[in-house]
């Protein structure tokens, strides 16, 4: 009887909170390693806690613009070397904590410190010093002038956190955003509830739930059932015309900044050769790719560089499928009998069935592939550290991620003073026109000396329940913004 | 004698298939036709083509020669270890040799046999090879077993008694003895041990870690089949159909070999 009851009461708050609809449930693909954004760069982390459990001095809109989040306003002083954030007063952190400019300093100079682990490093090591002039100031002086700073600290991996909490960061993380961490069982899902003490408009949800699914036919049949009220990325993209004509369902199509590419190691055996790369992308017939593994969803593109970006340039055009002129390439860099290479692939779809289809488009010129399906794991370790591959389908999903070609440690080993010397001339540039110059010009020489196949732009295919508002329409960077997200009555 | 027929019939029909795939498919399987895919049966693509647009009949009767390859050849690396150890310790029972090779076999038994096989293909890197010597692994002790219980029970026998006194050494009794005297009980272990290879391919090719791409094999079939089953089921429902179709066939043969070879049923009439 005492059981009944208790179903009873169990059954009735469901059913009531139901009714009011603030609970959300959200499907991901990867459960995320652990939760600290600063630590690592698992794009699983952001996916769970940035703009909820974390804010940093600035943050990306929904739009992809800059916006301020917990720096109030700024000032840049004139030869562009410093800048004065006044920070938001009566901050605090989820543990009570007040939020003061002791923090900021803390957390940026973990950041660039030495034995720092964090994923982004590189884009901070202009930072010279931060000072905390007064709790609500800080100052961060350049070792020399970055246009992009203020873009950088509005990354995840720039996020403010308490000293005290360093040590419990992973597991409990504790951060100013709306929403805190509530519980995580491990394997199956994380649970966040809104912060009362929120600085700004708290969030509409009282709980957010973000359940790991993944396997994609079990995440098809999650939504159906309304285990899940939402997938931001649905992993099978061939199933989004079902659940377009399904009235309870919307699909949301917009555009990431994942640029999917044939990651090429630049110094591996016959693909150093550079008209090896060429015919290679010669032989790539991006459509085909587009339609086959993403069932139409993607744009193609020419440059690893994202098509919403102002700054793009469309390089399609430059590689168009041509098998006839690839095989001609390969002929004249010695390979006419063609070659055998490795194709490494990561478990997401656009991996593994683009690369059998990229491996049959090769095949027709020559160039014969040793396919091996990877885990994430296994693939980190052989292809990303280990750089033993020849071939690897990837989405790079960072946010203006050009700067890796400049980078010749960095698993595809291109090695181009050029475009290093393009890169460190942009660093210092503040205009926004000299920056698109550079940048572009980056984009025309990566695309020119083949460095890798560019393919696609990875779509953001997600499905939401038609009655949930709010959700990011578009990826400007790894997140699932909840702020502003509700159910419609 | 019925089913002996009827599994021979199943089974003899995806060997032909497998057989034929080797000079003539009526598609090239490794050739991809995106702006064809997923189209259903029709008089050009009998089975319908995939998400790649390859066709679907093409690839069954490919994967055809891949399961019964692997099956094949696993079942014949049990045999040729197993039968050979199960001889050795029934020749000699009781000895430390015999325990050896036993306890050894039950240590390998005491773990599910796909377990081992998932075990082996993860470490040394999937492919059909490994998947091969996998399935194989786990087929040994299953013949070492039913060798020496079989060699043991004739070791008693008259006529090997009458060997020994003819001054016949233990190996050459069981290999001209013993072993004539018990093929029937491994070609009916074989058989069924064959239909179980398939299972066991099919699953290890489900999972990722049998024939890699562009090999088809049926197990991937299926499990790349899953997400598209409920606007394009034949691509999960042919695959699927072959798998059950020929370990149908193979159990029933094995079942009709052993009514034929087995005195015993023969006698109580079956």
């Known amino acids: 009887m005492k059981t009944l009851t208790f179903t009873a009461a169990m059954m009735l708050g469901a059913s009531v909170a139901a009714a009011q609809q603030t609970e959300l449930t959200l499907g991901l693909q990867l459960e995320p390693p652990h939760l600290d954004p600063t630590g690592a760069a698992a794009a699983a982390i952001d996916e769970v806690v940035y703009a909820n459990v974390y804010e940093g001095l600035t943050r990306f809109a929904a739009d992809g613009s800059v916006r301020p989040a917990l720096a109030e306003s700024w000032d840049i002083s004139d030869d562009g070397m410093s800048y004065t954030f006044r920070l938001r007063s009566g901050v605090t952190f989820h543990d009570g904590a007040e939020f003061t400019a002791e923090d900021v300093k803390f957390s940026l100079e973990r950041t660039t410190a030495e034995d720092s682990t964090n994923a982004q490093k590189a884009l901070f090591e202009g930072i010279e010093s931060v000072n905390a002039i007064d709790d609500t100031t800080v100052e961060i002086t350049l070792t020399e002038p970055d246009g992009a700073l203020l873009f950088n600290l509005a990354w995840g991996d720039a996020v403010i956190i308490d000293e005290s909490d360093v040590e419990t960061l992973k597991q409990a993380p504790v951060g100013t955003g709306p929403f805190k961490f509530s519980n995580w069982v491990q394997g199956d899902s994380i649970e966040l509830v809104a912060n009362d003490a929120y600085w700004g408009e708290p969030a509409k949800l009282t709980k957010a739930t973000f359940k790991f699914i993944s396997d994609p036919t079990a995440a098809f049949a999650a939504l159906m059932a309304g285990d899940v009220d939402a997938f931001p990325v649905f992993p099978a993209p061939e199933n989004l015309p079902q659940f377009d004509a399904d009235p309870r369902f919307n699909v949301i199509v917009g555009s990431t900044e994942g640029e999917t590419i044939l990651s090429t190691n630049n110094q591996n055996g016959p693909l150093a050769d550079k008209r090896v790369r060429q015919a290679i992308a010669h032989a790539i017939d991006r459509q085909a790719i587009i339609d086959g593994a993403m069932f139409g969803y993607g744009t193609p593109i020419g440059t690893h560089f994202a098509p919403h970006n102002p700054a793009y340039v469309d390089l399609t055009g430059l590689t168009p499928h041509d098998p006839e002129k690839a095989k001609a390439l390969l002929a004249e860099a010695g390979f006419a009998d063609g070659f055998t290479t490795t194709l490494k692939l990561p478990p997401p779809s656009y991996a593994r069935r683009g690369g059998e289809i990229i491996a049959a488009q090769l095949r027709n010129v020559g160039i014969q592939t040793e396919i091996s399906n990877l885990e994430w794991a296994q693939w980190l370790e052989q292809v990303f550290r280990g750089k033993d591959f020849g071939l690897t389908i990837v989405s790079h999903t960072e946010p203006m991620d050009i700067g890796i070609y400049a980078r010749p440690d960095y698993y595809f080993q291109y090695d181009d003073p050029v475009v290093r010397a393009m890169m460190s001339g942009l660093a210092s540039m503040s205009v926004p026109e000299d920056r698109t110059a550079v940048l572009q010009a980056v984009q025309r020489r990566i695309s020119e000396e083949y460095v890798n196949g560019y393919l696609f732009q990875l779509a953001k295919t997600g499905v939401a329940d038609v009655r949930i508002k709010g959700l990011w329409e578009n990826s400007p960077t790894q997140a699932n913004d909840l702020t502003e997200v509700y159910w419609e009555e | ?270």
């Open chain 2, 1 to 270: 004698m019925r089913s002996l027929v009827i599994g021979g019939l199943l089974a003899g029909t995806f060997l032909f298939a497998a057989l034929l795939s080797f000079v003539w498919t009526p598609f090239d399987v490794t050739e991809l036709d995106i702006a064809a895919r997923l189209q259903k049966s029709s008089m050009e693509h009998w089975f319908g083509t995939d998400h790649f647009g390859r066709d679907l009949f093409s690839m069954i009767m490919v994967g055809a020669r891949i399961s019964l390859a692997v099956a094949l050849v696993a079942v014949g690396i049990g045999m040729g270890l197993g039968v050979p150890l199960g001889l050795l310790a029934a020749s000699r029972s009781g000895s430390l040799l015999d325990e050896l090779i036993m306890r050894s076999n039950d240590l390998i038994f005491a773990f599910p046999s796909l377990l081992i096989a998932i075990l082996i293909t993860a470490v040394f890197g999937p492919s059909a090879l490994n998947a091969i010597i996998a399935i194989g692994i786990f087929n040994i002790p299953v013949f070492a077993r039913l060798t020496r219980g079989g060699a043991l029970s004739l070791w008693t026998r008259d006529f090997i008694l009458a060997a020994r006194v003819a001054g016949k050494g233990p190996l050459r009794i069981s290999v001209e003895h013993i072993l004539p005297n018990i093929t029937n009980l491994l070609i009916v272990q074989g058989t069924i041990q064959f239909s179980l290879g398939i299972l066991a391919e099919a699953g290890l090719s489900y999972v990722g870690l049998g024939a890699q791409p562009p090999t088809p094999s049926w197990g991937r079939m299926l499990a790349e089949s899953q997400t598209m089953i409920s606007f394009a089921p034949h691509l999960a429902l042919y695959p699927g159909i072959a798998i059950i179709l020929t370990v149908l066939g193979l159990n029933l043969m094995g079942d009709g070999l052993r009514d034929i070879t087995d005195p015993r049923i023969r006698r109580t009439g079956r």
